[in-house]
């Protein structure tokens, strides 16, 4: 029995994601009280049809009851069910924007603990600090879009085999922000910047003549080597230890030369050793549109 526990920032998306993976094949049930959920899968176990895999979410509205984590899913452990915990989290600048389009208020202003939105939310994060730390799996949705939350859960528990790692190789631009949800992330600015070739500066990572300009040079080589040294040696002791999906940032200043070539370069190599790798471009398009403004709306 596979049990995955949804929790993270209200708002953030746990609704949605409760939503996809009842879509998916998974039996949801949703605010369930932690201590409830040794109970919850004793009563499926003792069932005639026990369902296969069970999706519960758990949040700030049962705070009194978050304690005790480690111990539940110890508990679990030893029932054999395989138990995972996916947090989903968002920036508080988005965060706000959702809870003003939504007109709803937090969970904790309703219950009189505090009484604005940035006193709420910097409360949650302290009181679900803890409980991040022991996640398997972090998404940051404050970039994804209701279809985009779906496809990136599809691609996570759409096609588990549950011995396979699963790797995503995300472009991003530093000065968009950090990629949040990374679990290793390599800053690749050391290395000349494409833009500022005039016949490069309109293409990406993905083109050929920026692939060589970035990769086809001793010092290109040399960091994409032990990059790539480096991820062959850990991703064997990331499964090793129980994880199932890796995401693997590659920064640079806009997310579109530098970083989505060695992400593109890192996809194509680890995808014969791997089956579930995938690539991200994060910022391409908002850095591209944002060059292009730049020169008034002129590709010469």
Request: charged share 30%; proline share 3%; with cysteine.
């Amino acid at each position: 029995m596979e049990l995955l526990i949804v929790t993270g920032m209200s708002g953030a998306g746990k609704t949605r994601a409760l939503q996809n993976l009842e879509d998916m094949g998974y039996y949801c049930v949703d605010n369930l009280p932690p201590q409830l959920i040794l109970y919850l899968l004793d009563a499926e176990l003792s069932s005639s049809e026990p369902h296969d895999k069970t999706a519960v979410t758990i949040d700030i509205r049962s705070e009194k009851l978050l304690t005790g984590m480690e111990k539940i899913i110890g508990g679990l452990k030893e029932k054999g069910i395989r138990a995972r915990i996916l947090y989903l989290d968002a920036s508080d600048t988005v965060l706000k924007n959702r809870y003003k389009e939504s007109r709803r208020l937090h969970p904790l202003i309703q219950k009189g603990d505090v009484k604005d939105l940035p006193a709420a939310l910097k409360q949650e994060r302290d009181m679900l600090s803890s409980l991040r730390s022991l996640s398997d799996i972090v998404i940051d949705t404050s970039r994804l879009s209701s279809g985009s939350l779906r496809q990136k859960l599809l691609s996570i528990f759409g096609k588990e085999s549950g011995t396979t790692m699963m790797i995503e190789f995300v472009a991003f631009g530093y000065k968009y922000g950090i990629l949040a949800d990374a679990d290793i992330v390599f800053d690749v600015r050391c290395l000349p910047n494409p833009y500022y070739v005039n016949e490069l500066r309109y293409l990406t990572g993905e083109d050929q003549a920026v692939k060589d300009y970035v990769l086809e040079n001793e010092e290109g080589q040399t960091l994409y080597r032990k990059i790539r040294d480096l991820l062959e040696y850990s991703v064997p002791l990331y499964l090793k230890e129980g994880k199932s999906r890796l995401v693997v940032g590659l920064g640079c200043t806009g997310g579109q030369h530098r970083s989505l070539a060695f992400a593109s370069a890192l996809k194509d190599y680890f995808s014969e050793k791997y089956p579930g790798v995938s690539l991200s471009k994060r910022d391409m398009e908002e850095n591209r549109l944002e060059i292009y403004e730049r020169n008034g709306g002129s590709t010469s």
